[in-house]
Each structure stands twice: as C-alpha cells, then as structure tokens.
C-alpha cells in the first residue's frame, strides 16, 4: 500500500444549484513533505467546520483503483489526484479491507480509521451532477475519513503501513453497507459497538438498527446529514 499523491486546497466559492458556498473540494498535488497536524495538513482548509474536518475527519483518503469506474461514468472529466477532494490519493488501500478502528503508518505520521465519507451538495456542484451523490453511496466507493493519533510528516510514495488491526473487523464497506440499510447480523453490530474510535452519528445509527431488529422500524430513523455529510 502506498500514497500516489498528497493534496490541498484552500477554499472557494463554488456554484451549484442556485447557491453560493465556500469549500475545500478543489484538492491539488503538492511535491515534498507535508506536515500532518491533529485536524488536517499544512496548506489544506475546510469550509464548514460544523460538518468539513475535526479530529474524526482530519484526513480523507480515496483509492486510486476506484477512478476507472468513475471515468467511465465521466467521460468528459480530466481525472487528476484530488479529484473527490482526498488528500491522499492511494493505491492498495481499500474499503473492504480497511476496518474502522485500523492503525496506519505513513510517513512519521499514524492515522487511525474511523468512517467512510457520506457526501454532499459540493461533490454535486464539482461534478456538476446531483446524481452523483446517490451514485456515491450506492457504490461504496466512500474512501476512508482518518483520525491523527500522532502528527507527523508524509509525501507522495510514502508506503502506507499497517501497524494495527481492530479486533472487531468492521471494514469501512460494511459502514457503507450499513448507511446503504442492507441487513447486519445482530451479532457483528454489537461488537462494533465495543470500538473505541467509532463516532456518535455511527453509534447511533447501529442502536437504532438493533432496536429495529427488536421489533421497531428503520422508517423512524434517518441521517443527520449536517453531522455525516462533507
């Protein structure tokens, strides 16, 4: 596994559906080392600090191997690093076997796994598509949201280590499976309760299903997106 690129933004305005709104989407490559802080790297912002960044949200990292899928989808987008707004572009790295919880090495710095990315209107507005949104989701093709469990320095080639295993083994595709309502077993969603790292909006979301399994409906349960959504 390894980093193909690292890039940042500061924010913009952009143009989408009627309104105007600042945002950090339009990510580029940048040569040399980085620095890693707790809530994002040197040179990169997010817009919306209620809903963009914060210490579950301080790194986004999306697979290099899901830009095909997306091209052929977007034949008259030039695909570059950064195109979903990732500062980190990677090879190897993967929802389906990344889990939450997961310890990462790169570079100097470890970064920990905590959720997949549920998007909003902005990835909209950059693809200048609203059906890209449902089209995110349904995919899986979420990327992976990093905590920084120690600051540190990383560049483009750096290889991405693996230096912890969540015992739990809930990947960052069954989150995806989750949101997406498809069927859990009772049982690995209890366990995924016991993980250290997973935030409250997710928290929720699986006592909700557990309660639903115990005779309520997931009719009476839906997404705080303000919270979820970047």
């Not at 963009?52 to 990292?61: M, Q, R, S, T």
Request: charged share 25%.
């Amino acid at each position: 596994m390894k980093v193909l690129s690292v890039n940042v933004s500061r924010t913009q305005p952009l143009e989408w559906d009627g309104r105007v709104a600042l945002t950090g989407i339009f990510k580029k490559p940048v040569e040399g080392s980085v620095r890693v802080h707790s809530l994002n790297l040197e040179g990169d912002e997010q817009a919306d600090l209620t809903v963009h960044g914060g210490i579950n949200k301080a790194v986004y990292a999306y697979p290099f191997e899901h830009y095909p899928f997306w091209q052929k989808r977007y034949p008259q987008i030039s695909f570059v690093p950064g195109q979903f707004g990732e500062n980190l572009t990677t090879e190897g790295l993967l929802e389906t076997t990344v889990h939450i919880g997961d310890r990462f090495q790169i570079g100097s710095a470890i970064l920990v796994a905590v959720q997949p990315r549920l998007p909003c209107f902005k990835l909209a507005g950059k693809f200048r598509d609203k059906n890209i949104l449902t089209a995110f989701t349904d995919s899986r093709r979420s990327g992976i949201y990093f905590a920084v469990e120690r600051e540190g320095e990383l560049r483009a080639g750096d290889t991405i280590e693996c230096i912890h295993r969540d015992p739990n083994q809930f990947a960052i595709d069954d989150a995806m499976r989750l949101y997406n309502a498809e069927e859990l077993a009772s049982d690995v969603l209890t366990n995924v309760l016991k993980i250290q790292v997973l935030p409250d909006s997710w928290r929720k979301r699986i006592l909700q299903v557990l309660n639903a399994k115990s005779g309520k409906t997931l009719d009476d349960f839906s997404w705080d997106r303000k919270i979820d959504s970047v």
